[in-house]
């Protein structure tokens, strides 16, 4: 059976012309980049070929990227290493309800360590008020962090609003652009940041390959230390072939991000469009308009998400939930409850994430397969027969 | 994730629906949890004639309560009173261990149904035997309201709030 990939948020191919870029940094060019033999120095100019490219990428200078191996490195490097560089100054640390588990669980780390963390609240469609931001920060307040957009919900936040805040009460702005960066398009200078997180993963390059931006003259604590690698703000040996593919795949973004925006709007947007054709009681989930091009978050009513995520498996499509029932803590999504959707509705919620494998014809597949499912589910439960009961 | 019986019984549940004029109707959770069921029996003589179920739930949930529901089957009040939601489990030849405390309740909600058909039918109250709680992290029994797990230490209260 034809396998339909649309569960891009968790994981995606890597271009082939990433592939082929990384193969000869695994055996032809391993040399450390930190040794200075000819070797050495292959695999340094390498890696600071790379750093250009994801700097060009996001606006940035050369030196204001750090490699990290992953997206939550690169938040714990932000949040845990601004606090602890600046903690002189204040110990309050302001985030969003719907960030990324690597910034809420940093945070609640802080919080034990002593430092005063404020959650902000988020409207139905999971966007951060900047004026709420602004409200929020006081004269102890020594970051704010809130992601660039919701892979979950798909919700574009009004960054460059808050950094204007941030920049006027000079308070540092960190904001987790993983799922954002080479997807649409992201200026460090625009976006008014001073931080700002990325990983290789998400646009078509490997895992194991992640940055941190940080605005010359920002002073950050290492969390690891070791060896000088990325100016002593991040130690051990660069991972070369990862970096090199994620280099790559930065310029490939750069390229093609409006095509590829273009593209995966259209697939999402016939999904979004035909499927409460085919099934009722359905509502969609994040801003309608502020959201990233290839998703699509949908709570179906009175079923719940890992059935039918299993039941669409069976039939070839790969998709995602925030269902409390597929996540290890068996806790409901933060983000559907931060938003107002009751936890019952957020059981069946159900993420499709298109990439640029997808066709028009795998969009016809799920609306062909999911009605059925959904119906199956709804006749054996207990809670669509009170609710018809009660409609009735 | 799942054993090929529980798929089988995911893929294929067994005595799926209703019974307009049961006997006896038990439900147990509620879809906030994640998880719901209700079953429906039919008594004859002491015995379970005819049982249905309905389940909002994920994969683990809906297998369980179609195994209980062929467990119960043909059974006297008395066998299927000694159905666990171990036993169940066992049937499965296993669940996967975070969903031993949410999804297995099948036979909670089969003893719900007894239980009613005979408050119902003899006017005599039927006692269950004491409901019985598994951590959701390490899977230990632990005492009904116990605030902490015996076993790993693990805060219980959120998870007794889900009424089973």
Do not use: W
């Amino acid at each position: 059976m034809a396998v339909i990939y649309t569960d891009h948020v968790a994981a995606m191919p890597i271009h082939s012309k990433v592939y082929e870029s990384m193969v000869p940094y695994f055996k032809e060019f391993y040399g450390n980049p930190s040794s200075i033999h000819e070797d050495g120095e292959k695999a340094r100019e390498a890696l600071e070929e790379a750093r250009g490219k994801v700097a060009r990428l996001i606006g940035a200078q050369d030196e204001e990227i750090i490699f990290t191996s992953c997206g939550t490195e690169s938040n714990n490097l932000a949040l845990k290493g601004i606090a602890l560089a600046h903690q002189a100054k204040g110990k309050e640390v302001i985030i969003s309800g719907i960030e990324h588990f690597s910034i809420m669980h940093c945070a609640n780390a802080l919080e034990k360590a002593g430092f005063h963390i404020t959650r902000l609240p988020v409207d139905q469609y999971g966007m951060v008020d900047p004026d709420a931001v602004e409200r929020a920060i006081s004269p102890q307040t020594i970051l704010v962090s809130v992601m660039h957009s919701n892979p979950e919900v798909g919700t574009i936040e009004p960054i460059a609003e808050i950094g204007r805040i941030t920049r006027a009460k000079k308070v540092l702005f960190h904001t987790d652009a993983v799922d954002s960066v080479g997807n649409i398009p992201v200026d460090v200078n625009e976006l008014n940041v001073d931080l700002l997180s990325l990983a290789g993963s998400t646009f078509y390059g490997p895992k194991g390959a992640g940055a941190l931006y940080i605005r010359k003259g920002v002073k950050i604590q290492p969390l690891l230390d070791g060896g000088i690698q990325e100016r002593g703000l991040r130690a051990g040996t660069e991972n070369v072939p990862a970096i090199v593919g994620m280099g790559v795949a930065a310029d490939l973004a750069r390229e093609e991000i409006p095509q590829r925006m273009s593209y995966l709007k259209g697939l999402a947007g016939r999904l979004t469009e035909d499927l409460p054709k085919g099934i009722p009681y359905i509502r969609f989930l994040g801003h309608p308009t502020r959201r990233l091009p290839g998703i699509v978050s949908v709570a179906v009513e009175y079923i719940e998400g890992e059935a039918m995520l299993l039941f669409m498996d069976m039939e070839g499509v790969r998709i995602s939930s925030g269902s409390a029932c597929i996540s290890r803590s068996l806790k409901v999504s933060h983000v559907m409850l931060a938003m107002g959707v009751d936890a019952a509705t957020a059981q069946g919620s159900l993420l499709f994430s298109f990439g640029m494998q997808n066709k028009p014809e795998d969009v016809d597949h799920i609306l062909q397969v999911l009605p059925p499912i959904v119906e199956r589910l709804r006749n054996m439960s207990p809670v669509y027969r009170k609710a018809m009961a009660k409609k009735a | 994730m799942y054993t090929q019986t529980v798929m089988d019984h995911f893929k294929n549940p067994r005595n799926v629906g209703v019974i307009e004029s049961a006997d006896g109707v038990g439900e147990v959770g509620n879809p906030v949890c994640g998880d719901m069921m209700t079953f429906y029996i039919k008594v004859k003589e002491n015995v379970i004639e005819d049982v249905k179920f309905q389940t909002f739930g994920c994969g683990a949930a809906i297998a369980v309560s179609s195994m209980v529901s062929e467990m119960a089957k043909g059974k006297t009040l008395e066998e299927a009173s000694q159905i666990t939601n171990k036993k169940v489990a066992e049937a499965l030849e296993g669940l996967p261990k975070q969903k031993m405390h949410c999804s297995n309740l099948g036979a909670d909600a089969l003893h719900k149904a007894i239980e009613d058909f005979k408050m119902k039918k003899e006017g005599t109250a039927y006692k269950p035997t004491p409901k019985k709680c598994y951590c959701p992290f390490c899977d230990v029994e632990n005492p009904n309201e116990a605030e902490f797990c015996t076993g790993c230490g693990k805060g219980l209260e959120d998870e007794h709030e889900h009424g089973h």
